[in-house]
């Protein structure tokens, strides 16, 4: 991460923002080129729950690389 002060690493406040949170956005690498993808979620027992009907999203969910982020975003009511 370019700025550490903005990294959570602290597994309670991790888990505090995915409770809180309404979408995530995970962004991986597709080979060389970044990506980054919105999704609606579940979170339960340290286990981020998607659902997808794109083959496309499934598939690269399913094989992703080893480098993986995501951030949360709770939507205003």
């Known amino acids: 991460m370019r700025r550490k002060d903005k990294e959570i ?4 406040k991790i ?3 995915l409770n809180q949170a ?3 956005h995970i962004a991986m690498l597709d ?16 286990t981020i729950y998607t659902l997808t009907l794109h083959k496309f999203l ?3 969910l399913a094989v992703m690389s080893e480098i ?3 951030s ?3 939507l205003d009511a």
């Not at 060389?32 to 979620?41: G, K, S, V």
Request: aromatic share 12%; glycine share 8%.
């Open 9 to 12: 690493a602290d597994p309670q």
């Open 58 to 60: 499934s598939s690269s």
């Open 22 to 24: 309404q979408i995530i």
């Open 31 to 46: 080979g060389e080129r970044p990506y980054i993808i919105p999704l609606n979620f579940g979170y339960a027992e340290n």
């Open 68 to 70: 993986v982020a995501f």
């Open 15 to 17: 888990e505090a923002v």
């Open 72 to 74: 949360g975003q709770m």
